[in-house]
């Protein structure tokens, strides 16, 4: 049986890493416990991800002309990932992350753009054989929307599963990317700045997901966190639980859902048994410090997972 075939169109980061006691106020200087750098942006911690667990995976994206960029290319490379579509923009410096983890691992994330914000419609046509040739396109919003929406509209064309992770939110969200979506997944958080509907209970998600649907998304996927996450349809809803774990650093738990989801679906599960088995591996990945690093390669999962 062939790999899992899937097409990433995002974010190519460096993630800059400090470790504190909690996070400062403003205006305060604190002494961290320490300091590390890893291999991050959306997109490419959800390639990185999808391709741990076994899928062929093809990136779309941008570096800039700089020892990040060539570095980030390499890891990718090294991961097995495809990176034919990744262009290298002069004069332009890579995209880079700068995060504060605190003691309960939450995290406190300021993202610069640089070349992801170059990605182009021309880039994602050209890439339109990767995108056909994939089971499932995974889009988010560190790329411009234009990008996106070319992506959205190959793949929907083309009878491929389209999965939208509206991460960060930033801008409004153009009401062709809710239709083009097969998967619309936010978490809590940008659920309610899309939706207008705090979400702190499950009955606030199931009404911000409705909304989503009634948007023109085929499923709403809200990600709740220790919770779990909720699954609606125009005709179905599910809540599906996460297990209960002690987190050492959530930085890129979304991700890891997402291209975990991404896998799964590819390879052909049932969209609820996908579900439950990204929710097991995005509680493996808080369980340990860093973003990519955090991620749990197919050989180290047990057989109900792979």
Request: proline content about 5%.
């Amino acid at each position: 049986m062939s790999a899992p075939s899937i097409c990433v169109v995002g974010s190519i980061n460096l993630d800059m890493n400090a470790y504190v006691e909690r996070f400062p106020r403003p205006g305060e200087t604190l002494h961290g416990r320490r300091f590390t750098t890893g291999y991050g942006g959306k997109g490419a911690n959800q390639a990185v991800m999808a391709a741990r667990l076994g899928a062929k995976v093809s990136m779309v994206g941008r570096i800039g002309d700089d020892i990040f960029g060539h570095d980030m290319r390499r890891n990718l490379e090294s991961e097995g990932i495809r990176t034919d579509f990744v262009r290298e923009s002069k004069g332009v410096s890579s995209g880079v992350a700068v995060i504060t983890i605190d003691e309960q691992g939450q995290n406190q994330i300021i993202v610069i753009p640089g070349a992801n914000g170059l990605v182009t419609a021309v880039d994602v046509e050209e890439a339109q054989a990767a995108i056909t040739g994939a089971q499932v396109l995974l889009c988010q919003m560190e790329v411009p929307m234009e990008a996106n929406l070319a992506a959205l509209r190959i793949a929907r064309n083309a009878g491929v599963t389209t999965i939208f992770n509206s991460a960060p939110v930033s801008s409004e969200v153009p009401e062709e990317v809710y239709q083009l979506s097969d998967i619309f997944c936010p978490n809590e958080s940008e659920a309610e700045l899309l939706t207008g509907v705090p979400v702190h209970t499950l009955d606030d998600a199931r009404l911000a997901a409705s909304m989503i649907v009634t948007r023109g998304a085929r499923a709403a996927l809200i990600t709740l966190g220790a919770q779990g996450c909720l699954y609606v349809t125009a005709d179905q809803e599910e809540h599906v639980p996460a297990p209960r774990v002690k987190a050492v650093d959530t930085t890129g738990a979304g991700d890891a859902f997402v291209g975990s989801l991404a896998h799964f679906l590819a390879a052909g599960l049932p969209v609820l048994e996908a579900i439950a088995r990204a929710n097991t591996i995005a509680a493996i990945s808080v369980q340990h410090p860093g973003t990519q690093a955090s991620y749990p390669r197919r050989a180290d999962l047990p057989e109900t997972l792979r």
